[in-house]
């Protein structure tokens, strides 16, 4: 289900960015006040896990890309471009249908994403279950 929600060209061209320049660690990325057009919301050139979560706001929906650094046994350092769909349980019912309604128009715009987090609790975003998801992935 799409909700006819824009995307702004910004957010493909911070994408790209962080894809191919690695001028990023991670973007956030929300719904504009009008709810007619995802916007970026904020970039961040260095950072941990832990600043990268606490951007994530408590009880609003958000989107965003993270360069997830990690070691993998038996093959050394690696990287996955995961995009985040972080839906609290906490948001208002409307927030929470438009951004999930609205999700697919920017995640089809971003080519060469490794893993895709939905989020609706702490427990659901912690570094060891996104961890878990990348070890597995290919």
């Given at each position: 289900?799409?909700?006819g929600?824009?995307?702004n060209q910004?957010?493909l061209e911070?994408?790209s960015?962080l894809?191919?320049?690695h001028?990023y660690?991670y ?5 504009s ?5 995802i916007v970026?919301e904020?970039?961040?050139e260095?950072?941990?896990y ?5 951007d994530?706001?408590e009880?609003?929906p ?7 650094d ?8 690696r990287?996955?471009i ?5 839906i609290?349980d906490?948001?208002?019912v409307?927030q ?7 999700m697919?128009?920017?995640?089809r715009n971003?080519?060469?994403?490794a893993?895709e ?14 961890l ?6 290919a």
């Open positions: 289900m799409s909700s929600v824009a995307v910004e957010c911070a994408f960015s894809k191919l320049g001028k660690k973007i956030i990325f929300k719904l006040d009008d709810l007619k057009e970026v904020k970039t961040v260095t950072g941990s832990d600043d990268f979560l606490g994530l706001p009880n609003e958000r989107y965003a890309v993270y360069d997830f990690y070691i993998k046994e038996g093959s050394g350092q990287n996955k995961t995009f985040y769909s972080w609290p906490t948001a208002k409307r929470k249908m438009v951004y999930a309604s609205s697919d128009s920017l995640r971003f080519v060469g994403l893993i987090v939905q989020g609706t609790d702490a427990s659901e975003v912690d570094y060891e279950t996104v878990e998801k990348a070890s597995r992935s």
